[in-house]
């Protein structure tokens, strides 16, 4: 099979591409044909020697296939979840190694779920460990529910653009942030409100919020603190809380808290329904070919992606 290999942390220039024999699969495990791969901006961070190369305590020495978001068709199974020809969705492994960046990828049964059929493989690779971050925690740990008032940072993004359609399925009131330029496309997946924030004061243009998801710095987590209401809740998904500002955050009554997003196949059958319902869809803005990956990296690096980048096999 062709697969992506990373010689060593650095540039798009480092990934090599390789003929190597499928991966064997262990009890509980699938061998799934990849049909789609989603790009997501750990994957820069770890092609750069941060990210996961610290979760894992990877060898810059050594080669590995980078990559977590699949979708494709399950060939040989080891798991009673799954037989051969099912079509299959997941983010595999994280924070380990996936290895997705492949023709085929070996992946634990329990991280998977079935594609809604009505999904194409794209959509459905581009809600993966995108949708997951923004489930996991507006779900499991925020418990948004009907009425709550919920802040969304960067919210056209991959994780900002499914957040805001997940606090609205629970009936959230939505505020999200993100450019002027994207004022239409965040207000498009069900924001109530948009704030741009290059020209607005966060302080100025909201107030009483139940929760916000934050996806910035601690100087946007200390803004942020100022319009949550006490006994309201803040959730980092890309800092860490600093002390100061857990001090700030306990003196007001707020609760904060960092997290990282986990392979989990119960909360990726959630997803798989939301899709097939229509109350997330995944906006891809980008598609490349598997030849192209260093030029997904690149669009992702940008910064300007709005929704997902996808590579398809």
């Not at 290999?5 to 699938?30: C, H, M, R, W």
């Not at 799934?32 to 989603?38: A, M, N």
């Not at 989990?264 to 869809?281: R, T």
Request: glycine share 8%; aromatic share 8%; hydrophobic share 45%.
């Amino acid at each position: 099979m062709k697969a992506i290999f990373l010689k060593t942390p650095g540039a798009v220039e480092n990934f090599i591409y390789k003929e190597v024999p499928q991966p064997s699969i262990t009890a509980d495990e699938v061998l799934v044909k990849v049909e789609s791969i989603s790009i997501n901006p750990i994957d820069i961070k770890t092609r750069k020697g941060l990210g996961v190369y610290i979760y894992a305590n990877l060898d810059p020495a050594k080669e590995y296939i980078l990559g977590w978001d699949i979708s494709g068709i399950v060939i040989q199974s080891n798991s009673p979840l799954f037989i051969a020809g099912d079509e299959v969705f997941g983010m595999v492994n994280f924070p380990g190694l996936g290895a997705a960046y492949a023709e085929f990828v070996a992946a634990p049964a329990a991280h998977l779920a079935k594609k809604p059929a009505g999904i194409s493989h794209p959509q459905a690779a581009g809600a993966t460990l995108a949708a997951l971050t923004a489930w996991q925690n507006l779900v499991n740990r925020a418990h948004i529910k009907s009425g709550d008032r919920v802040s969304i940072h960067a919210a056209a993004g991959g994780v900002g653009h499914f957040a805001v359609q997940i606090a609205k399925h629970f009936g959230a009131y939505v505020i999200g942030t993100s450019s002027a330029a994207n004022k239409d496309f965040v207000l498009s997946v069900g924001a109530d409100e948009h704030i741009d924030y290059k020209t607005q004061t966060l302080s100025e243009s909201v107030e009483n919020v139940d929760f916000v998801l934050e996806c910035l710095d601690n100087q946007s987590i200390l803004n942020s603190l100022q319009v949550i209401r006490p006994g309201g809740s803040l959730i980092s998904i890309l800092t860490n809380i600093s002390p100061e500002v857990q001090v700030q955050a306990d003196a007001m009554s707020i609760q904060t808290a960092y997290t990282s997003v986990t392979s989990n196949g119960a909360d990726m059958k959630h997803i798989a329904e939301l899709l097939s319902s229509g109350a997330i869809k995944s906006h891809i803005s980008k598609e490349f070919s598997f030849d192209q990956m260093a030029e997904a990296h690149n669009q992702i690096e940008s910064g300007r992606t709005v929704g997902k980048v996808i590579v398809n096999l």
